[in-house]
């Protein structure tokens, strides 16, 4: 059974600085490894999606890694801005063709 | 990508009540999926909505309780019946956008409707 997880569970950072977040996930036999942003109270927003035959995806400030055969993916935020501040989500999709979501990080970036 | 909104937004109810939570999405899509947040934990998959059949529902969740409706691709309504304050959720529709051919399983949400039952 897939189990994903994320750490940190909450991250505060000044603005301006370069931060990854990690993603884990225990079944490396996935199709795909997503990962959203979620405003409080708010629906998820898509950001990357990795399929498993790519390394990483590129969007603006953000790069997202998979590497399968450790079962770990990063999300790196270049030059944090206080508009990044949200909750992250990873999501793993294997086997039954069903998304299993992480716990989420909380970033908050100081102005 | 697909757009997809959700009625009501948010919604208070009393314990014992229902309440219907409807997904319009732009497009026609193949798959349709109801999840559910609880406070201050990630998403929980209730069902996978099925276009002309019943719902397939996760461990954990029945029919009876969360009844699921998708009479065509574009639209698919959740039902939260007979309801309790545990039910207090945040309840998002998502829908998958699959190319044909390119392996992409990409899924894209709702705003999410928010409800408290007291």
């Known amino acids: 059974k897939q189990e994903v997880t994320q750490i940190p569970a909450a991250l505060s950072v000044p603005e301006g600085e370069n931060l990854v977040l990690n993603c884990s996930f225990t079944d490396s036999a996935i199709y795909n490894l997503q990962w959203f942003r979620q405003d409080p109270g708010k629906g998820l927003t898509s950001l990357l999606l990795i399929q498993s035959s790519q390394r990483e995806q590129t969007s603006g400030r953000l790069n997202a890694s998979l590497d399968k055969s450790s079962g770990r993916s990063t999300l790196y935020i270049a030059a944090s801005q206080p508009g990044d501040s949200a909750t992250y989500l990873c999501?793993?999709?294997?086997?039954?063709?069903?998304?299993?979501f992480g716990t989420g990080t909380r970033l908050k970036v100081l102005a | 990508s697909a757009v997809i909104s959700q009625k009501p937004s948010r919604d208070i109810c009393q314990r014992g009540t229902s309440l219907t939570i409807q997904c319009q999405v732009d497009s026609q899509v193949t798959m349709m999926f109801w999840y559910r947040q609880q406070p201050g934990q990630s998403l929980t998959l209730i069902a996978t909505?099925?276009?002309?059949?019943?719902?397939?529902?996760e461990s954990g969740f029945v029919i009876d309780k969360f009844p699921i409706s998708r009479p065509n691709l574009t639209f698919s309504t959740l039902t939260v019946s007979n309801m309790s304050p545990e039910d207090s959720s945040i309840y998002l529709c998502s829908v998958e956008d699959r190319l044909a051919g390119a392996g992409l399983h990409e899924q894209y949400f709702g705003p999410g409707t928010r409800l408290t039952v007291t």
């Open positions: 999501a793993a999709l294997s086997g039954t063709y069903k998304y299993i």
């Open positions: 909505a099925n276009q002309g059949s019943e719902a397939t529902y």
